[in-house]
């Protein structure tokens, strides 16, 4: 019953971002998450962090649209990493803390350790961004042991494919998911190029390609 353009998002964005939380991380009730990147997987991180009960949900993002995105899609804190530093923020906003849970939803080497530098001590920190084959992080492996901090990996949000996807388009039928504004676009086949130009310019959350029957 769900509208083929929404649904469309479940088989990757939407799947990613959501299983990430509920699956990997098991973020529960009261948590406070980091999601740093808010592309249409970062969103749908918040959207998996609104859904598990998190208290706090801070996205950070170089782009003031998108992080006025994040707010719509249930982030309570923003931060411009062009702006602030954003480690330092993040302990700002958490009384020096740190999160609970950080989820690194761009893929670069220096968005990954700062998300690692932000969790609280036994905290974890979540690799959901695809990275380059062979690049390289620096971590302390003291500050690991001695703090029982944990980073790990998340692949296509450790879905099981027949039982996420239909528990996903449930939520957004319920409304308790959404992925109407995830389509930001919807253009023919013939359109693709002008797409990919606008997705080079971070304009947009996702563009559906409609084939004429």
């Known amino acids: 019953d769900a509208p083929l353009a929404q649904a469309a998002l479940v088989g990757c964005a ?3 971002g959501i299983g990430a939380v509920t699956n990997t991380a098991g973020v529960e009730p009261g948590s406070t998450v980091l999601v740093v990147g808010c592309g249409g997987v970062g969103l749908n991180v918040v959207q998996g962090a609104r859904l598990a009960g998190a208290k706090q949900i801070i996205v950070a993002d170089v782009s003031a649209e998108k992080l006025e ?3 719509t899609f249930g982030a309570t804190h923003t931060i411009n990493s062009r702006e602030v530093d954003l480690v330092e923020t993040v302990m700002a906003l ?4 740190g999160v609970d849970y950080a989820f690194e939803a761009i893929g670069l080497p220096f968005t990954i350790e700062a998300c690692y530098e932000a969790i609280r001590r ?3 920190a979540v690799v959901v961004g695809q990275v380059a084959d062979g690049v390289k992080i620096s ?3 003291f500050v690991m042991s001695d703090q029982e901090k944990r980073l790990i990996g998340s692949n296509y949000g450790s879905s099981r494919q027949s039982i996420d996807f239909p528990k996903i388009i449930d939520l957004y039928m319920e409304g ?3 992925l109407d504004s995830m389509v930001t676009d919807r253009i023919p086949l013939s359109g693709v190029n002008e797409a990919f130009a606008e997705m080079r310019k971070g ?3 996702r563009t559906v390609i409609e084939y004429d029957a």
């Open 14 to 16: 939407v799947t990613t």
């Open 69 to 71: 995105l994040g707010r």
């Open 94 to 97: 958490t009384d020096g803390r």
């Open 122 to 124: 036994g905290g974890t």
């Open 139 to 141: 971590i302390d492996p």
């Open 176 to 178: 308790r998911v959404d």
């Open 203 to 205: 304009r947009g959350i």
